[in-house]
């Protein structure tokens, strides 16, 4: 895998998407449980990681807290894995070969100060907020800002931390929080369910002093899958998965060995490719409980769709018919999946009303998109899209990773080349994403991008 951030992908279209992929563990619930591992000190082991660029910006916070990070070979046979999805993913029986491993030996006394760049680069690295200040009394992190999918707040977050006794001040970039009395249990009220403040909040309730209810909590898998793993590592939570999470503090966890969830993004993304490439594909590696709404969508959108416990297989035969997307937490229809479904409306017969309640920039995208002959106007929150038979290839720009992938995807249904430039964004959250294209027949390319040209006057 190349991480180059002038690497184009060069899909020639159109294409046709069959066969069977694996998808590994979910990006966004293995680097929070890479925050969490900071709570014990000691070996924490994490399998069904995925190599994605974001996890390796995570590993190296990690290091500079003081911990010592390296991969570890896939799960071997009998490993002694005393968490994990197993029964809900349908592994743990060891034998999983993409299982990539990673090791995280924390010190005593992790550091508190998180380095500049690298949280300015990885907005998740704000999940070690929570886990530090529960086990050190302070924390410095620099303010991640926003990115191109929207403002992305840190309120709710600093609002929960504040009523559990941390103290917050800021300036240079950075947020410092301390804790002098130690956190305390506290009744959290959350605004909106923010996966990355309940993530918070639960981390640092785990050592707190007490009894902490956050209500209104997000109830995605990747939640639940933390809430495993603290559990595991001997903290008292209960209703996880639900939207009040009561957790009793502890004094201290224990480090345990534990397996990620599938990657439900991912996943879904395939998906939505087989039914607007009308392909033929079975995914394994994911719940497909974690979907049930998108693959209801592309049902309706005329896909065949069978459900088996370690995945599913989208079947489609003819040109797919428009349905209305509304993204919405967990369990609603995830904003990660939008540009895919905008894709689908681009080629689907009739006109789709997408609406996007989530990050307000979610659409910046969509002259993207457009270039390649969609039909979409957009007004606020909503973006209506006039189908059409077949998009027509053009050279296009990644500007987040849902929204790389989805011109990826978008570019097998446009006639002639569609070159995607700034690749770097997909290598964030798709492992071996060019490698599974081609597995499943599409026409596509990784090409190292000659420099731009520049000019002066
Ligand atoms: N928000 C606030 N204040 C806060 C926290 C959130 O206003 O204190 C707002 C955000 O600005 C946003 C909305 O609430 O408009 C939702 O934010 P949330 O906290 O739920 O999202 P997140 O934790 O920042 C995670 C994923 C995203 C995914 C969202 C929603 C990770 C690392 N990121 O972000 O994933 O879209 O939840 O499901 O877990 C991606 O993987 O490409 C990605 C963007």
């Known amino acids: 895998m190349t991480h180059a951030s002038s690497d184009v992908i060069r899909v020639e279209g159109p ?15 293995s680097l929070k449980l890479m925050a969490a591992a900071l709570l014990a000190s000691g070996r924490t082991v994490l399998y069904n990681v995925p190599k994605i660029t974001d996890i390796a910006i995570m590993a190296e916070v ?23 999805l197993g029964g809900r993913d349908g592994f743990g029986d060891g034998t999983d070969p993409a299982g990539d491993g990673l090791s995280i030996d924390v010190p005593d006394e992790p550091g508190t100060d998180t380095d500049y760049d690298l949280v300015r680069r ?4 704000i999940c070690v907020l929570g886990p530090l200040l529960a086990r050190r ?14 403002s992305r707040g840190l309120d709710m ?17 950075m947020i410092e929080a301390t804790a002098p009395g130690g956190l305390v249990g506290a009744k959290v009220w959350l605004d909106f369910p923010s996966v990355g403040a309940t993530e918070n909040l639960l981390m640092a309730a785990v050592l707190a002093k007490g009894v902490t209810e956050i209500d209104n909590a997000a109830r995605e898998p990747e939640i639940v899958d933390i809430c495993d793993m603290l559990t595991a590592m001997g903290a008292r939570i209960s209703g996880a998965g639900s939207s009040k999470l009561t957790v009793e503090g502890v004094s201290e966890l224990r ?13 879904g993304t395939w998906a939505l490719a087989a039914t607007m490439t009308r392909g033929d594909v079975t995914v394994t590696g ?6 049930e709404i998108a693959l209801d969508k592309v049902a309706t959108s005329g896909a065949t769709v069978e459900a088996h416990p370690t995945g599913f297989r989208v079947a489609m035969d003819r040109r797919p018919q428009a349905v209305d997307v509304v993204t919405l937490p967990f369990p609603g229809f995830a904003t990660d999946l939008m540009p895919m479904a905008l894709g689908l409306a681009a080629v689907s017969e009739g006109s789709s009303l997408i609406t996007e309640n989530i990050f307000d920039g979610r659409f910046m995208f969509v002259p993207e998109l457009v270039r390649l002959g969609a039909q979409i106007r957009t007004d606020g929150k909503h973006a209506v899209v006039r189908g059409r038979e077949r998009l027509s290839g053009a050279p296009v720009r990644a500007t987040d990773i849902r929204a790389g992938a989805g011109l990826v995807v978008a570019g097998l249904c446009a006639d002639g080349t569609t070159e995607v430039s700034n690749v770097h964004h997909i290598d964030r959250g798709y492992p071996d994403f060019v490698v599974d294209l081609r597995r499943l027949g599409a026409v596509v390319h990784r090409e190292h991008a000659p420099p731009e040209p520049t000019f002066a006057l």
């Open 157 to 173: 977050h600093v609002a929960g931390l504040t009523r559990m006794g941390a103290e917050f001040s800021g300036e240079h970039g």
């Open 122 to 125: 990885l907005r998740a690295s």
């Open 62 to 84: 990690l290091r500079r807290l003081g911990c010592d990070v390296r991969t570890v070979p896939g799960e071997a046979p009998g490993a002694d894995v005393t968490v994990g």
């Open 15 to 29: 294409g046709r998407l069959a066969g069977e992929v694996f998808v590994t563990g979910a990006k966004n619930s």
């Open 255 to 267: 480090p345990v060995t534990h397996r990620t969830i599938g990657d439900r993004i991912v996943a």
């Open 286 to 291: 994911v719940n497909p409980s974690f979907l």
């Open 137 to 150: 009394g302070r924390v410095r992190v620099a303010l991640p800002g926003g990115d191109a999918i929207g």
